[in-house]
C-alpha cells in the first residue's frame, strides 16, 4: 500500500477522500511545511516513505536533477476536478508497490 503526502497546491479534500478509503496521508499544512521549499518536502516525503502528490512542475526539475524520493505523482492544475485525481491516486495505489514507484515520476 502506497503513502501520500500532498503539497500544498493539492486540495485538502483529496487527502480526506484517500483517508476515507484507509490510506496513509499527510499534507503540507498538517506537517508545518506550509511555505517550505520544495526540496525540503520532497525530502520530507522520502523520509517517510511517501509519494509525493503535486502539480508544481518545481518537483519535476528536483528529480531531474537526481534527487532522491520514494515517487513523485504528478498532475497539471487544471486537468482534474477533486473526485478525479482521488479516484486516479487510488488507481495508483492498486497499481504500484512502494518499492515499484520509488524514484519514478508517474504523470496522472
Known sequence: ?????LDEHVAE????GLRLHGLDVTTTAGAG???AGDGIQLAFA???GRVL?????????LHAAGASHAGVAFCRQDKYGVGDLLQTL???NACYEPQEIRGR???L
Not at 502528490?53 to 526539475?61: A, E, G, I, P, S
Open 53 to 61: 502528490v503535486t502539480h508544481d512542475d518545481d518537483f519535476l526539475r
Open 1 to 5: 500500500m502506497l503513502r501520500f503526502h
Open 90 to 92: 487510488l488507481l495508483l
Open 105 to 107: 515520476v508517474e504523470f
Open 33 to 35: 511545511l506550509r511555505g
Open 13 to 16: 479534500a483529496v487527502a480526506n
Open 46 to 48: 522520502h523520509a517517510g
